[in-house]
């Protein structure tokens, strides 16, 4: 059905090895599918025409834009690994007791592998840039020259058991997921009142099994400005059962859902594959029936639950209702009728002859 794709789609990333769902953007600025592919132009003869072409490198890609900050988008384009609990810096107001004793109310940890447990105070009156450096022994640091009572500022480190992290590795590789693109499908007229009045009727689905990040992020942060986080990538081949006899593999598997349609709405005819069918007495065989389109759509077999097969003479060959399989009975021949059960297509028929001998 033709419509008009609108709007920014939502994306929902899971671990491929675990199938558990790692996030659901729901937030997008912009979403957009890039295909290629390289062609190579085969020339020759008089006025070097072309013959044809030779196609290689292709690509199936993201491209998604979040307005939300998620630190996951980073792990996942960085391939690392979230870790609860994190040492970050805090800023605390203290009062200086005797002696010039700073004494804070969390555990300071070290700044670095070598610095030891040091941190930094000012004076509440003063300039950030009047920062001094301290060193911590437990929860204290003096300074003999700060006088009992003083209001000091001080940074330093702690581990908060709440934040998370993850370490960009030098060596990163972005990580890879298993992506599924859901967009809006609206409806189309065909004058500019009608287009003007378009409704949602579906989606187009775009399953990515092997989805991997670019690893690229750029976040531009101004005074008045929001973040937004890239998680574009690419796809990368995928070889199962989708992939049917070509060993080449798939990037995608792309659906068209469109809302309140049924199995049988764009079904023109319905046609037996086997329709000569040739049994001994006792045989048995099951008939296939497809589903045609006649919009370029492949012929699909259908379930034989939803048909209703009848034998017209069931002393030379009997079929199951719902089942389709014939059983021979009897030399001679036996005519079987096959239409669809739902009554709104029962118009959908086709035949199939059993001969017995």
């Known amino acids: 059905m033709a419509g008009l794709l609108a709007g920014v789609a939502n994306v929902d990333l899971f671990d491929p090895s675990t199938n558990e769902l790692i996030v659901a953007t729901k937030t997008l600025t912009d979403s957009g599918i890039n295909m290629a592919i390289t062609g190579e132009e085969a020339r020759g003869g008089q006025g070097n025409i072309l013959l044809g072409k030779y196609y290689h490198d292709s690509s199936f890609g993201l491209t998604l834009t979040d307005q939300i900050w998620n630190l996951q988008y980073l792990a996942l384009n960085c391939g690392g690994a979230i ?33 030891g447990t040091i941190g930094w105070y000012k004076l509440s009156t ?40 993850f370490t960009v590795n030098a060596d990163y590789i972005p990580s890879t997921v298993h992506a599924v693109m859901t967009i809006g499908l609206f409806k189309a007229g065909t004058t500019k009142e009608t287009l003007s009045t378009s409704s949602r009727i579906g989606d187009v689905v775009i399953d990515i099994p092997s989805f ?3 690893g690229a992020q750029d976040i531009g942060l101004t005074s008045s400005g929001i973040g937004t986080v890239a998680l574009s990538g690419s796809a990368l081949a995928t ?74 003479t069931i002393g030379t060959a009997t079929v199951g209702a719902n089942t389709g399989v014939v059983t021979a009975v009897a030399n001679g021949t036996a005519n079987i009728e096959i239409v669809v059960t739902d009554t709104n297509y029962s118009n959908l028929t086709a035949y199939a002859v059993v001969t017995v001998s």
């Not at 009572?149 to 058991?161: L, P, R």
């Not at 099951?286 to 045609?292: E, P």
């Open 239 to 312: 070889f199962d059962g989708n992939s049917g006899c070509n060993d080449h593999g798939y990037y995608a598997v792309i659906s068209e859902n469109i809302y309140g349609v049924d199995e049988f709405a764009n079904v023109s005819r319905i046609v037996v594959g086997n329709s000569d069918i040739e049994l001994a007495t006792t045989e048995t065989q099951t008939i296939d029936v497809y589903a045609m389109y006649n919009d370029g759509t492949q012929p699909k077999l259908l379930d034989n639950s939803k048909l209703t097969f009848t034998s017209d």
């Open 83 to 115: 870790e609860a609990g994190s040492d970050i810096m805090t800023t605390e107001q203290v009062t200086v007791a005797t002696g010039g004793v700073i004494t804070v109310t969390q555990t300071p940890q070290a700044f670095t592998s070598t610095s």
């Open 126 to 165: 003063e300039d950030d840039n009047a920062y001094k450096k301290i060193t911590f022994t437990n929860k204290s640091a003096t300074v003999s020259t700060l006088a009992q009572g003083t209001i000091v500022c001080v940074k330093y480190v702690i581990n908060s058991a709440g934040a998370k992290k």
């Open 212 to 214: 991997q990040l670019e």
